[in-house]
């Protein structure tokens, strides 16, 4: 069965016209910066960060918030530290991108750890698709491209609305995977998983409450959680595992879970229920590194039910 992948952009001479000089200038900005000694380029990054904390207040203010409803019972002085911590690490990941996309292998497997992939080859050795959830950790786009060097992947892709900036994530991105497939196409993410793949989803953010069932993420008692989840895990020939991506001193560490067996067999909430304390220990791991600008809670349960934003 031939399934259906997002073809890869090519390059167009209209790349060159005025409108994409300034693309131009941030990418061969990045691409430089990408050779610099690692170590350097980490405390770059968090130079980066501390600017990013002054440009991006209204940001930082959605991080500091989803910490206060997640984590109630944290003093306001962890709470800080760790909002701190995870806007110098949104300033590393902006280098991380440079790092995935061009990196040369070698300098990628030197800075990376995988730990619990004999967890994905049981999957894979019986025939079956596994069905990698991800979170949203700052360093997930460097950690993708190194997933490939152990087992290539797929994922969905969503197309940057710069062309020429498309040109370049597609292909950063496609350099050690091996295809990506586009994000509202779900059913070449089933076929790929009845083909025995190892596929990627993220189910860890609030895509609206339409096809979502509100259920308790930390102390938050109702957050959207997406049904899609379990659309997949149901209709394709699959075992779900939970995957993260860590920060290490010396780079970066995948990290597999053991696989969530019966999560499919179970009725809908309490399934979505059981995904997201799986995500919370997770998150617990490494609390930091974790996706916190992203409004968590913007759907409610009611029309009539007040922002948790304002």
């Known amino acids: 069965m031939s399934i259906k992948k997002v073809s890869a952009p090519t390059f167009s001479p209209s790349f060159l016209l005025p409108k994409y000089w300034l693309t131009w200038l941030g990418v061969l900005v990045l691409y430089l910066i990408s ?10 990054g968090r130079q ?11 940001r930082v203010a959605i991080a500091r918030r989803n910490l206060q409803l997640c984590f109630p019972d944290w003093s ?35 800075h990376i750890e995988i730990e619990g992939f004999e967890h994905v080859q049981k999957v894979l050795d019986s025939g079956k698709g596994v069905f990698g959830l991800a979170l949203h950790n700052m360093n ?12 290539p992947s797929i994922a969905f892709y969503r197309k940057h609305n710069n062309p020429l900036m498309d040109y370049f994530q597609y292909h950063g991105r496609n350099r050690a995977n ?26 860890d953010q609030d895509y609206g409450a339409a096809q979502s069932i509100f259920v308790p993420f930390f102390a938050v008692d109702e ?13 394709a020939d699959c075992v779900p595992l939970m995957v993260t991506s860590q920060y290490t001193p010396t780079g970066s ?17 309490q399934a979505l229920t059981l995904l997201n304390k799986q995500i919370e220990q997770i998150i617990l791991e490494q609390p930091e ?21 304002d």
């Not at 980066?48 to 209204?58: H, T």
């Not at 957050?223 to 209709?235: E, G, N, P, V």
């Open 35 to 44: 050779w610099l000694p690692f170590r350097l380029s980490r405390w770059l």
């Open 48 to 58: 980066v960060g501390k600017l990013l904390a002054k440009l991006g207040k209204k």
């Open 76 to 110: 306001e002085k962890k709470r800080e530290a760790v909002v701190r911590e995870n806007v110098q690490r949104a300033g590393i990941a902006a280098l991380e991108t440079a790092m995935g996309w061009w990196w040369p292998a070698w300098r990628v497997k030197r």
């Open 140 to 151: 997930v786009e460097f950690a993708c491209r190194a997933l490939g060097y152990t087992h």
């Open 178 to 203: 091996k295809y990506m497939i586009h994000k509202r196409n779900s059913k070449a993410l089933i076929e790929a998983l009845d083909q025995g793949e190892l596929c990627l989803y993220l189910p």
């Open 223 to 235: 957050a959207a959680t997406t049904t899609a989840t379990l659309m997949f895990a149901r209709r």
């Open 253 to 269: 560490r995948i990290k597999f879970y053991p696989p969530m067996d019966k999560f499919a067999e179970l009725e809908d909430k």
């Open 289 to 309: 590194s974790y996706l916190w600008m992203h409004k968590r809670f913007k759907s409610r349960p009611t029309e009539s039910a007040p922002s948790l934003y």
